[in-house]
């Protein structure tokens, strides 16, 4: 190759350079409703009124949640791994993108030969036998990426790594949730304690009641033995509430990265958590305010890379190298004779594969294609646990007035009751009826209320958890590092 020639194509390499193979990418586009069918007494959010962004679980007002919340993103070990992951996905984006750049290397030797003074056709004037080879040389190859393989390649990576980024921030949100989940659960059973061990003292009071009357024989064993029952049973689903407790306790430690048997959250009989009111918004929006759909659609884009890639198969993959340096069997090699210098350029065009470059491009198709469907199923799985939660926070708190309602009733039941019994006016099977009654009805209304702020957990990570997609990284947001950098 001339130098001529040579000259002229290193000028047509920029221009054979920006073509690129793969298809225009443009994300799915869905008719959206105005509003949610289950919004209930919600009101649709204006752009301010939007969940808040950062720690959304101050909306409930508890201070040991809060700590606990803040301990957990520090002290998790599987949102730390999930982390690391991000870290390799960027490391795997800068690791593709450094074939876009030339490889330069260096490198030296030094060797000292002796042949065989037997060796086949060895002659007089065969020279010494033995000679030393001093050589230093430096090295550069670069691919030119006429057919942009190599940047589809670095595409595919940056927007698997803004996918990493995506799945971190789920990770993030599941994981508080989880926490506040659990934790508004393990209230709900301190709540039930309280109303099973303000149930059982009242017991007793009636044990001792129908003990006075039998005493003063005008009762019989029977009303002892059917309170003592009440007694016995109530104390024992106290038990079982303890064990429920505990078990609670050990999982969120383990939410927050702490040993079980060195976690305790402190038994409180009143519930300080607040129902937050939870805006909406429209649902538009929620194509921005969830990770999850942010994760499938990098995966989508990266998919649509990746049908560029399989295309520039069909085409000739081009290398440049350059290799120049010095050769001497002294240490002369500052020496201009001793130097030595190769240049060339590599074509190679697969002519017959069997089918394998077709092959792959249609996987590629379809692989592209699987990440549509999936990215279609996450964004109408995100829909239907908006309107769940929407759905579920609406109806429970009707449900939980109702259930003061009836409280209310089955309280002012047993008082009665006991009072007509207390005065000989109704058996004791009347009392038993009634207490059962109250006591049910309690514990319904305190399960009630912990469904309800499980619901408006569930609705905050169901609408993003206050996170918008303004907070991914951009692809060459991801890139850690500069490659010219020192």
């Known amino acids: ?18 073509c690129d193979l793969a298809p225009h990418y443009a994300p799915p586009t869905y008719v959206l409703p105005a509003s949610y069918a289950g919004s209930g007494p919600f009101g649709i959010a204006h752009p301010a009124d939007t969940l808040p962004r950062g720690p959304w679980w101050t909306m409930f007002g508890d201070p040991l949640l809060n700590q606990l919340e803040t301990q957990a993103a520090a002290g998790n070990p599987d949102l730390a791994a999930i982390a690391e992951q991000y870290t390799q996905a960027r490391d795997l984006a800068a690791e593709a993108r450094a074939n876009l750049f030339p490889q330069i290397g260096v490198d030296g030797s030094t060797t000292d030969n002796k042949q065989s003074d037997h060796r086949l ?39 698997l790594a803004q996918s990493s980024a995506a799945n ?12 506040a989940d659990d934790y508004v659960a393990l209230r709900g059973l301190d709540s039930q304690d309280a109303v099973y061990r303000q149930s059982i003292g009242f017991y007793r ?44 306790q050990h999982a969120i430690a383990v939410l927050v990265g702490v040993t079980p048997s060195a976690f305790v959250i402190p038994v409180e009989s009143e519930a300080r958590l607040a129902v937050p009111l939870i805006p909406p918004s429209v649902p538009s929006v929620l194509l921005q305010r969830r990770p999850d759909i942010a994760v499938a659609e990098r995966q989508m884009a990266a998919g649509n890379a990746g049908i560029g890639i399989a295309r520039a198969a069909f085409y000739p993959d081009i290398n440049i190298s350059l290799l120049g340096g010095f050769q001497d069997t002294g240490f002369n090699l500052a020496s201009l ?19 394998l470059r077709r092959a792959e491009l249609q996987r590629s198709w379809s692989q592209y294609a699987q990440t549509r469907d999936n990215y279609r199923s996450v964004v109408l ?36 009751t006991l009072q007509l019994y207390t005065g000989g006016l109704t058996n004791y099977l009347d009392a038993v009826v009634a207490q059962v009654a109250a006591l049910t009805a309690r514990i319904a209304l305190v ?40």
Request: hydrophobic residues 45%.
């Open 381 to 416: 799985s995100a829909f239907q646990e908006v309107e769940d939660g929407l759905t579920l926070t609406s109806q429970l708190q009707a449900e939980a007035l109702q259930q003061t309602q009836a409280v209310s009733s089955a309280e002012k039941a047993q008082a009665i």
């Open 168 to 179: 971190l921030a789920n990770a993030r949100l599941s994981l508080q949730a989880e926490l």
């Open 205 to 248: 009071q009636t044990v001792d009641i129908t003990k006075l009357r039998l005493a003063g024989k005008i009762a019989s064993g029977l009303d002892v033995s059917r309170a003592q029952t009440q007694l016995f049973s109530t104390v024992a689903l106290e038990t079982g509430i303890a064990a429920q407790r505990a078990v609670l």
């Open 447 to 486: 399960q009630v209320q912990t469904q309800h702020l499980q619901a408006s957990v569930a609705l905050i990570r169901a609408l993003g958890g206050g996170w918008t997609s303004a907070e991914l990284p951009t692809e060459n947001g991801v890139l850690p590092f500069n490659p010219v950098a020192l």
């Open 1 to 18: 190759m001339s130098r001529l020639s040579l000259g002229r194509m290193f000028v047509l390499l920029p221009l054979l350079a920006g």
């Open 337 to 355: 004779p001793n130097s030595l210098w190769t240049i060339g350029a590599q074509a190679m065009l697969p002519l017959f594969e069997g089918g």
């Open 121 to 159: 056709y060895r002659t007089t004037s065969s020279g010494p036998n033995e000679a030393s080879s001093n050589e230093i040389q430096g090295t550069a190859s670069w691919e030119p990426d006429f057919w942009s393989r190599i940047r589809n390649q670095t595409r595919v990576q940056k927007r």
